[in-house]
């Protein structure tokens, strides 16, 4: 789908109900709704973060959205596919400028150019002990992106067609922290594996993008 065209109905995307937990689950690991119940007197303390699902125009028009690979370290989601975000800091007056700062601190898109269009469901990722709190923006500009080599392995473009078409669905077996081997369910975008929280995360984004643009 063209940028100009997707720019026009995006805003839309906030007049549905976040239908939360229900559609997020369908791209869970299979032991997250056992652990999100054992968690639940942990969530209201946990660490914070927030996250920006960011379209913007491609080389041809069409609508892109970017994720990041995390660099290879020490943590529990190191070495995975995520969207640009991070911790809040002294300076972020709320997690929406978090969201934006991190996005420019890790791609390099400048927030004056980042529109925020809604907020996503918030999502607790027991591992890790954080409630993540995902938006959505677009820019206008095609970026050009600038990844920081510290927190960020590459940058990785996935074209809206893909990331609503169904054949991108499917399972992968994947190494948890703690060293596990499980299969889960995941997107598989021609060789880039997003599974996890950002899984979660992302398909309840499709599930809202397949109601505005069935309209």
Excluded: C
């Amino acid at each position: 789908m063209r940028f100009d065209a997707f720019s026009k109905i995006i805003s839309k995307i906030s007049l549905y109900e976040l239908p939360g937990l229900e559609v997020q689950l369908q791209m869970a690991p299979p032991y997250i709704e056992l652990l999100l119940k054992q968690s639940a007197e942990l969530i209201d303390k946990a660490k914070l973060a927030a996250v920006l699902a960011l379209f913007y125009p491609g080389l041809n028009g069409k609508t892109y959205l970017v994720f990041i690979l995390r660099q290879s370290r020490i943590g529990v989601h190191s070495g995975q596919i995520g969207f640009p975000g991070g911790k809040p800091e002294k300076g972020d007056a709320n997690l929406q400028q978090t969201a934006v700062r991190e996005t420019h601190e890790e791609i390099g898109v400048n927030p004056e150019f980042i529109e925020l269009i809604t907020p996503m469901s918030k999502l607790y990722i027991p591992p890790s002990n954080f409630n993540v709190f995902p938006y959505v923006g677009i820019t206008q500009i095609q970026p050009v992106f600038k990844a920081q080599l510290s927190e960020v392995a590459s940058i990785i473009e996935i074209s809206l067609d893909d990331l609503i078409h169904p054949k991108y669905r499917t399972s992968v077996k994947v190494k948890t922290a703690d060293g596990l081997s499980i299969t889960v369910p995941a997107f598989n975008f021609s060789g880039h594996i997003v599974w996890g929280a950002t899984a979660m995360i992302l398909t309840e984004i499709i599930y809202l993008l397949n109601l505005i643009l069935k309209k």
